[in-house]
């Protein structure tokens, strides 16, 4: 077996990355939930002053959150070696008009709402191989250009099933170092797709949650672990109906769900009427930011963050196709 890998499904870093500094956008609802104190920059509504249009502003908040993670890090752009980014609009426009703003090496990254775990996962590689000893990752969603692509444009005033989540606006950027104090990134699992044949576009939490569940049990077979191992098991966006299944799937094979949660389910508060909880990329990208600042203040020592993706498009979903659902998994840990 390759040295750096254990088991089936899991890379081991054994040149260990540290995720040393990072920098968050929201909008206002995200920023009137309960983590709202643990972002760095609210925006008063999902248009930056100024801007013609919500992409634009999606674009925005991602150039603003890796700036405000080199800033925390005393950086610049140039310090970084490489930079890999991702979103959810059509050749992950996002990700490629902000990376003209850094002038480095680039890589866009897909994988629907797992983006973020994905960024981590490769430019852990990238470090674990010494190809590099700072990375940059970033995400982000927006929830009217989410909307606009992939289900109605939110004027159209269309009613959403309570099974529907609502895409988060928000953008997060982490740095990865060689070195130094930090989170560190100990592993990483890479999921299969699973499909179980769901084709509701607004039922994208249940299409998931069997990838979810494989990925988690992949880890902790690949590893020798228990749930316990964890001090927190918590996945991208679920949302409510999502991370219930996926509890039922975990029960129904012996595994305990006590320590089990979603970011979904975590960025709103109830009354915030979101249906489901919150999906897209920017749910994890910036609710991470949160379990890190938990992590530094040792109320976890051991998480697991698994995004979890539903890799579908609004051509496949108009033909009727199932949801082919992914998730990759890292794991992280205090130092």
């Not at 008063?44 to 100024?50: F, I, M, T, V």
Request: glycine content about 12%.
């Amino acid at each position: 077996m390759a040295k750096n890998k254990a088991g089936e499904q899991t890379l081991a870093f054994l040149r260990v990355p540290i995720i040393s500094t990072w920098g968050t956008v929201v909008g206002p609802m995200e920023g009137e939930g309960p983590l709202g104190d643990y972002f760095d920059k609210i925006l008063d509504n999902n248009l930056y002053e100024g801007d013609k249009s919500w992409e634009e502003s999606e674009q925005k908040m991602m150039q603003h959150s890796m700036e405000l993670a080199l800033e925390h890090a005393g950086m610049s752009s140039k310090d970084m070696e490489f930079y890999l980014a991702g979103d959810l609009l059509n050749q992950i426009i996002v990700a490629n008009f902000t990376a003209r703003f850094f002038d480095v090496p680039f890589l866009g990254v897909y994988g629907a709402c797992s983006t973020l775990v994905e960024g981590l996962a490769l430019g852990s590689t990238l470090i674990c191989g010494e190809y590099a000893d700072k990375v940059g990752v970033s995400v982000s969603s927006h929830h009217d250009t989410a909307e606009r692509q992939l289900r109605f444009p939110t004027e159209q005033g269309v009613q959403r099933p309570m099974t529907a989540q609502w895409t988060v606006t928000g953008a997060g950027s982490y740095i990865l170092g060689s070195s130094g104090s930090g989170i560190r990134i100990t592993h990483a699992t890479i999921g299969k797709i699973k499909d179980l044949g769901i084709s509701d576009t607004n039922n994208m939490g249940t299409a998931m949650a069997p990838a979810a569940f494989d990925t988690i049990k992949a880890n902790l077979q690949d590893l020798g672990r228990k749930v316990s191992d964890y001090d927190l098991i918590i996945t991208g966006d679920l949302g409510i109906l999502g991370l219930s299944v996926l509890k039922e799937l975990m029960r129904a094979e012996g595994y305990v769900t006590d320590n089990v949660s979603d970011c979904g389910v975590l960025i709103y508060r109830p009354d915030q009427d979101t249906h489901s909880g919150g999906s897209g990329c920017g749910c994890s990208g910036v609710v991470l930011s949160y379990l890190l600042k938990q992590m530094v203040e040792r109320r976890y020592l051991r998480i697991f963050l698994i995004g979890t993706g539903a890799l579908l498009s609004p051509i496949s979903a108009f033909q009727g196709e199932s949801i082919p659902g992914i998730a990759h998994g890292v794991v992280l840990e205090y130092c």
